[in-house]
């Protein structure tokens, strides 16, 4: 087996366990979220970044399902009441704006005096929805399925530090960690996916 043919066999493997996890919540409207998913996107192909983490076809279903591990860990590890519904929903969807975002863009390098072309991922400048990274997840998510108010919180602050700049976006960053510890522990656990369990790949 080449490399290229056991990542589609893992690829196959993790977009079941996601759609059976996605599935088991059973929340209103998720069959036309995972037919969405399926057939209107590129979900299960994109990458989890253009240029770090996981930027590989694939990696975005593969962060998703890590960041499921991660923050189901980190809530049983610190005894906070989440339902499994609500950890499903909130890891395999946090980074829906993900979807049909990255593309591969044809560049030109010199390797040993000679020009070659080879393919590399950068992101769509102008996505159908002009919102910031998390609001854009809440919003496309929001099309399929409700969304519980500390559902909404936890993916409006995963970005933690680094989702705003503004004097109020941080106040109501460290009020919302305190008051939904699920919500700072979410943030952890996709930090801990990206930096610590998923590899990025040179050109
Ligand atoms: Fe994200
Ligand atoms: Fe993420």
Redesign the pocket.
């Known amino acids: 087996m080449t490399t290229d043919q056991i990542r589609a066999e893992v690829n196959r493997a993790q977009k079941e366990e996601f759609i059976a996890l996605l599935r088991s919540t059973e929340r209103d409207g998720i069959e036309n979220l995972i037919n969405y998913l399926e057939n209107k996107s590129d979900f299960f192909e994109a990458p ?1 970044a253009s240029k770090f983490h996981n930027n590989f076809e694939g990696g975005l279903c593969e ?1 998703s399902l890590n ?1 499921y591990k991660n923050f189901k860990n980190l809530i049983e590890m610190k005894q906070i009441e989440l339902d499994e519904e609500s950890i499903v929903i909130t890891s395999l969807l ?2 829906l704006c993900k979807c049909n975002y990255y593309i591969k863009e044809e560049r030109n390098r010199k390797v040993d005096g000679v020009w070659e072309t080879y393919l590399q991922w950068t992101t769509n400048k102008s996505p159908a929805l002009p919102l910031p990274h998390a609001s854009r997840s809440i919003k496309m998510i929001k099309s399929y399925i409700p969304l519980k108010f500390t559902e909404e919180l936890i993916i409006f602050y ?1 970005m933690g530090p680094f989702g705003g700049e503004d004097y109020e976006y941080r106040n109501m960053m460290q009020l919302a960690f305190e008051k939904y510890p699920a919500t700072l522990l979410f943030y952890l656990a ?1 930090t801990m ?2 930096y610590i369990d998923e590899k990025t790949l040179e050109d």
């Open positions: 989890a962060h960041v946090h980074d995963h996709d996916s990206s």
